[in-house]
């Protein structure tokens, strides 16, 4: 595995596989890797010649106040998963390297990303958008690998290539969950014992929404009801919002006629947790 550091380095490298006529799928990442990450990595394997992992802690997707300096970064633990899970490149270019002192281009979706973590974290897809074209800029992919977990982060992406003709394919990972439940999270690793149990409440107010749809529930107002009263059963957690929109467009729905997303975002003690599932009639 090669670690490149260098933003320069790493863009001669994709240039010269892709004269060579290599595949590059590519799987961003923020690191304090675990087996969701490594899902990716292993759908990435499967449809291409090299796979390129990165890590950067990306600042401008954080806002002031949230965890961008305490955000863990295990660098020698990542980089044995990913000499493990057969990553060819993993690349690391630190902030200085991503972006100069007067930085001033931005790529920003304006539909997709207003509702849900779009609404709490004001300007926080915006630093995704930016940071991801850039990546694709520097690693050259023909396929990117991004997880479910992140649902809204994974159509906001899908429409950035779409509108800007970005030539790369985007392939999607389903959410790898614990044996019981919690999705896997690099920040689980924030939560007390205790705080670990309640956050199983994330994916208990989904089924629950998943069991009412089954029994033949349409109306978004009683599910996303039902998922506020079980989150709301459990003292250490606080809703930051629980919705139900179509999975399409991101718009709120009352009544289920398409596929629609139940998304949250709670916070367990300090923690924000977010979780999702499709829920389909
Ligand atoms: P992050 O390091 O949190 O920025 O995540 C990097 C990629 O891994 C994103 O595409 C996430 O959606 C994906 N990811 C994170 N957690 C999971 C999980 N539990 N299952 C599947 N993919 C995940």
């Not at 004269?19 to 990442?29: L, M, N, S």
């Not at 281009?105 to 509702?115: A, D, I, K, N, P």
């Not at 709670?266 to 389909?280: E, P, S, W, Y």
Request: proline share 6%.
């Amino acid at each position: 595995m090669d670690i490149i550091r260098s933003v320069e380095v790493m863009q001669q490298a994709a240039l010269g596989l892709r004269r060579t006529g290599r595949r590059i799928a590519f799987v961003p990442t923020m690191g304090c890797l675990h087996e969701g990450h490594l899902s990716l990595v292993k759908l990435a394997r499967a449809c291409s010649d090299q796979v390129v992992l990165s890590i950067f802690v990306n600042p401008i997707q954080f806002l002031p106040g949230e965890d961008f300096a305490a955000y863990p970064r295990p660098v020698e633990a990542d980089e044995r998963l990913c000499r493990e899970a057969g990553v060819d490149f993993l690349f690391y270019p630190d902030t200085a390297l991503m972006y100069s002192p007067d930085h001033s281009v931005f790529v920003e979706e304006t539909c997709l990303s207003r509702g849900l973590c779009g609404a709490t974290r004001p300007g926080h897809f915006r630093g995704v958008t930016t940071v991801v074209a850039k990546l694709f800029n520097v690693v050259l992919p023909d396929v990117a690998v991004f997880g479910q977990k992140d649902a809204q982060q994974l159509r906001v992406i899908r429409r950035m290539v779409r509108d800007l003709n970005m030539p790369v394919s985007i392939l999607a990972g389903p959410i790898v969950r614990e044996p019981d439940g919690l999705a896997l999270s690099s920040r689980n690793r924030y939560l007390s014992p205790s705080e670990r149990q309640d956050a199983l409440c994330l994916r208990r107010a989904l089924d629950t929404a998943e069991s009412l749809v089954r029994a033949g529930q349409r109306s978004t107002v009683v599910l996303r009801q039902a998922m506020r009263d079980v989150i709301a059963g459990v003292p250490s957690a606080q809703v930051d919002y629980v919705e139900c929109v179509d999975d399409e467009t991101l718009e709120p729905v009352e009544w289920m006629e398409r596929p629609v997303l139940a998304a949250l975002a709670v916070r367990v003690g300090k923690t924000r947790l977010i979780d999702n599932t499709v829920l389909t009639s």
